[in-house]
């Protein structure tokens, strides 16, 4: 690829202004799909296009941009990401939360609380919260319109019925503003709280299905319940093996064929910071650090 | 430390290399030049081209090259190319009246007005493999007759003054263009027929093929399938008048299909149509066959429930881009979602031994 | 106004200079009310430079725009052609409107959108005589608590929060400053 021969951060400019105004009718009304007319990008669709896209439009020169996926700085795809943007639109780049004005993730939302002044962009893979329940587009449409979200509250309790708890953990659906039904993209449930009342500027990407959505800083985001049945944030019952966190969200890694396993921040940059910090865990004695 | 994620990036540098590398194959066999892809591979090259929405054919040969033979893949790069490339204006409706044919057939008559011309066809082609193409041989050279300087009329319109056949309608407006605008439904023809023109020909084949043996069966006959080229043109503000700005190679298909009308109006024959970038017949039927499918609804006819009746269930998944960008990414980490379902059933099942402990005690 | 003036005005780098002025758009947006500065356009009187910077940053050919009275001349028409190349159609077709409040009226002209779709409504640029002083008192999605911005009036902005989710989204402009009141924002008088 020439990046000469692109336009800042890729898209033209007709474009770009295209999906910056669905990003605005996003923000006006917090949780609604807006339809876009993706363009196809240099990457395949489900690999982020969506969220590309919308970060695409939102950067700016003097942006310091983070990518992550599952969490992490460093998985192939958060690295892909952020080596597009760094030719085609020249951004500092960042792998500390802190540092970041610009966020793309892909299944998470650091640990780290987001500030004012950052914009948090995920990737979405399927925006319809409805979709598994009903495949037809034109019907999902109108059960927003009618604010009929029975279907939803009926499957949830099919769920508490066959299994005695919502058997969903992650996409977990939630109502904004007391409106529209939202899905979150794919973040684990333990990471639900965090959309609500949130001071960063969230805006979801779906490139594929040509949705845009956004929720405004501190927007009321509940997620789906029963009043006998209510939401439960969960994660695994263990402390971060490498730093000690016992609040953050962790995953499993299996270390031997024996059932050998341990468990550690699915945040990289949170759990290394830590660790910088002088923070350990079960597996991470001083010296190793 | 345990964590397999880490040097990702230097992993992607070396697969990119290794790629690169794949893709040359042999160094002791002569690399394939652009020009012998675009004139010896040419009917991938027309894939590319219709399913790219770019009609260049060099570049879809370099795509082809690029993508060691992926057709989906090289469809992928060329779209990727196109999205990017500045719009100047759009092209006036090509006429395909005008159309120089290389290959016209009709199995709705036995002989028509211009004749039957077979051109550069697999049919009646014995399928057996021809080794002696595994030597290098002299160029074959076919017999030549001159060139047709008549236009050749639509075949359809024969039927058509006879009021046979259901009346074509003029759309006025500018057809919606899907690379602009979202996808919205219900969708009408001119987007439906723009979706299938760029849809997976695999996909749209097997549509079509269900529709012939009864998933919204509609009686197809292939009323004339003409390939050939024609002429661009394109408005010029500053000119005030259109310009011929190129030619391009189309495959149109109308199909003869069975009758619409009742008892206060008579019966007449309706049409499916296809039309595709460079020569792609399998491709320009189907499209034909699921065009008329789909058309269910504004010929009064009964939705029997079929896939190819069902515009949202076809458009929405006949795009083989959208389609293998979302199904391949599912080899993309998912674990932090794999993670949380885990704990999701340690937890049901947790509860679930709690119950029956409880139970057993009881 | 000649051909040189029609042709000043725009970005010089468009593709920075519209990022910075979308994000001042984003986080007016995003924060109703809030006071944004935003630059880089020069457009003719009476079109402020901060509505100037809204135009060259949203408005192309493919979104239809409304002009009021007070900011309809020849040499806005002209500037606008050239920038951005909006149609300008009557209050009920456009995408965006451009004026002072008054000149807008009645806002009921504009598209709230419809139940399938909300988006398709209407954004009004309102230009303003100044910033201050505060009006109204703000509240609902991107305010934390409540939030007092300067408004034209209270009411047509309450009933428009009543047809929530359809309504017109608004921003403001004077000088080289932007604030905005999408149709979420619950509105009283001070
Ligand atoms: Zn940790």
């Not at chain 3, 190349?85 to 409040?101: Q, S």
Request: glycine share 8%.
């Amino acid at each position: 690829m020439s990046e000469a021969a692109y336009n800042f951060a890729y898209l033209d400019e007709a474009t770009k202004r295209m999906i910056r105004r669905a990003l605005l009718k996003g923000l006006a009304i917090p949780g609604y799909q807006v339809p876009f007319a993706s363009r196809e990008m240099p990457m395949p669709y489900g690999w982020g296009t969506g969220g590309v896209q919308v970060t695409a439009a939102c950067l700016t020169p003097e942006d310091c941009l983070k990518v992550i996926d599952q969490g992490a700085d460093d998985t192939t795809n958060a690295v892909s990401i952020r080596k597009f943007f760094e030719r085609t639109a020249g951004v500092a780049t960042t792998e500390h939360t802190a540092e970041a004005s610009v966020i793309q993730t892909r299944h998470r939302i650091p640990e780290q609380a987001l500030t004012e002044g950052q914009i948090l962009v995920y990737q979405v893979p399927i925006p319809e919260p409805l979709r598994f329940l009903e495949p037809r587009e034109s019907e999902t449409r109108r059960m927003h319109a009618l604010e009929e979200y029975g279907l939803m509250h009926v499957k949830l309790y099919e769920d508490i019925a066959r299994h005695g708890a919502i058997a969903t953990s992650y996409a977990y659906p939630v109502k904004v503003e007391g409106r529209y039904v939202m899905d979150p993209s794919p973040i684990p449930k333990f990471d639900n709280p965090k959309l609500g009342g949130n001071a960063a500027i969230q805006l979801f990407g779906a490139g594929r299905e040509q949705r845009i959505y956004a929720l405004p800083p501190y927007t009321q985001v509940v997620s789906l319940d029963f009043e006998d049945h209510p939401f439960e944030p969960s994660k695994a019952d263990h402390d971060c093996d490498l730093c000690g966190a016992a609040q953050s969200y962790l995953d499993e890694v299996i270390t031997d064929d024996r059932g050998g396993r341990m468990f550690i921040c699915s945040d990289t940059d949170f759990c290394a910071s830590r660790r910088a910090d002088g923070l350990r865990g079960r597996l991470s004695p001083e010296e190793a650090a | 430390m345990y964590v397999a994620t880490k040097g990702g990036e230097r992993a992607i540098e070396a697969a990119h290399q290794w790629l690169a590398e794949a893709r040359r194959g042999d160094p002791a066999v002569p690399e394939l030049s652009i020009a012998q892809i675009r004139e010896q591979m040419t009917l991938a090259v027309n894939r590319v081209m219709a399913e790219g929405s770019l009609y260049d054919p060099d570049l879809a040969a370099l795509a082809i090259k690029q993508a060691r033979g992926d057709l989906i893949e090289a469809i992928f790069l060329i779209r990727a190319y196109r999205t990017t490339l500045p719009r100047f204006g759009g092209a006036l409706p090509v006429e395909t009246d005008e159309m120089a044919v290389t290959r016209r057939i009709s199995a709705t008559f036995k002989d028509v007005p211009g004749g039957q011309v077979l051109g550069p066809t697999f049919d009646y082609t014995h399928r057996l493999l021809d080794f002696a193409l595994m030597a290098d041989g002299d160029a074959p050279q076919a017999a030549r007759k001159p060139a047709e300087t008549q236009p050749v009329p639509h075949i359809l319109q024969l039927l058509d003054r006879d009021g046979l056949m259901e009346p074509l309608t003029q759309g006025e407006a500018t057809p919606p263009d899907l690379t602009r605008e979202p996808l919205e439904m219900p969708a009408d023809r001119p987007l439906r027929l723009q979706a299938l023109a760029r849809g997976d020909e695999g996909f749209v084949l097997s549509m079509a093929y269900s529709t012939q043996r009864g998933y919204g069966r509609t009686h197809a006959f292939v009323g004339e399938l003409r390939i050939g080229t024609c002429a661009v043109e394109m408005e010029i503000p500053e000119l005030g008048f259109a310009v011929e700005i190129g030619e391009i190679e189309l495959t149109e298909c109308e199909t003869v299909n069975q009758f619409t009308g009742s008892k206060t109006e008579p019966a007449q024959f309706t049409r499916g149509y296809g039309l595709v970038m460079g020569q792609s017949e399998r491709k320009a039927i189907s499209m034909s066959l699921v065009d008329r499918a789909l058309r269910w609804d504004e010929l009064g006819e009964e939705n029997t429930g079929a896939p190819a009746q069902d515009a949202e269930f076809v458009l929405y998944h006949c795009d083989n881009i959208q389609a293998t960008g979302f199904l391949e990414h599912i080899k993309l980490p998912h674990y932090v979602d794999f993670q949380s379902e885990l704990e999701l059933i340690r937890k049901l099942r947790r509860d679930a031994g709690a119950e029956t402990c409880k139970e057993a005690a009881e | 106004m000649d051909h040189a003036e029609i042709l000043a005005g725009g970005f010089d780098d468009p593709a920075a200079q519209s990022a910075r002025a979308f994000r001042a758009c984003l986080e007016a947006m995003a924060r109703p009310g809030r006071i944004q500065p935003i630059t880089g356009a020069a457009p003719p009187a009476p079109i402020s430079p901060a509505a100037g910077a809204v135009l060259l940053t949203l408005v192309d050919t493919t979104t239809p725009l409304y002009l009021a009275p007070s900011q309809d001349t020849q040499a806005t028409r002209q500037w606008i052609a050239f920038h951005c190349g909006a149609p300008i159609v009557p209050a009920e077709e456009a995408a965006f409107a451009l004026g002072a409040w008054g000149a807008l009226q009645p806002v009921s002209r504009f598209a709230i959108g419809t139940a399938d779709y909300p988006d398709r409504a209407a954004t009004l640029i309102v230009e303003m005589p100044g910033a201050t002083p505060p009006s109204a008192r703000l509240a609902g999605p991107g305010i934390e608590t409540c939030h007092e911005a300067c408004l034209p009036e209270i009411a047509a902005f309450a009933a428009n929060r009543t047809q929530f989710p359809l309504g017109f989204d608004c921003y403001f402009s004077a000088g080289s400053q932007l604030w905005a009141l999408p149709r979420s924002t619950n509105v009283e008088a001070l």
